[in-house]
């Protein structure tokens, strides 16, 4: 099985920027952000395709967050700028085989965005 750990959270100003790691034992076919808010369901943020790269973002932090990945390294990072009391939430690292579903998941790292 996959095994992933997330780090790099804290508490930043709005408009402050950061940056989260995940560490994977294994690279699947896809590799992804979500990130679960108080009282919301988790919700996909963004994922990067492991074999070229191609990414993908949800509508709410298109041009603010990037994904990327070192794969001699096998990390995921999410990058994520002009930050808002919005994505406070636990922010977790997930992966998914080809034709498969999101089902590998890290314990998650907590990003607050307060003034």
């Known amino acids: 099985q996959v095994q992933l750990v997330e780090s790099g959270g804290g508490l930043v100003q709005p408009g402050d920027s950061l940056k989260l790691f995940c560490s994977a034992s294994?690279?699947?076919?896809?590799m992804g952000w979500f990130r679960q808010a108080p009282g919301k369901q988790r919700e996909l943020v963004g994922y990067?395709?492991?074999?070229?790269?191609?990414?993908t973002y949800a509508d709410s932090v298109k041009g603010r967050f990037k994904v990327s990945r070192d794969i001699a390294g096998r990390m995921v990072y999410l990058q994520m700028n002009r930050l808002t009391s919005e994505d406070t939430a636990v922010y977790y690292c997930?992966?998914?085989?080809?034709?498969?579903?999101?089902?590998?998941w890290g314990q998650g790292t907590q990003v607050t965005v307060s003034s």
């Open positions: 997930s992966a998914r085989a080809r034709d498969s579903t999101w089902n590998t």
């Open positions: 294994e690279a699947l076919y896809d």
């Open positions: 990067i395709r492991w074999r070229d790269g191609t990414t």
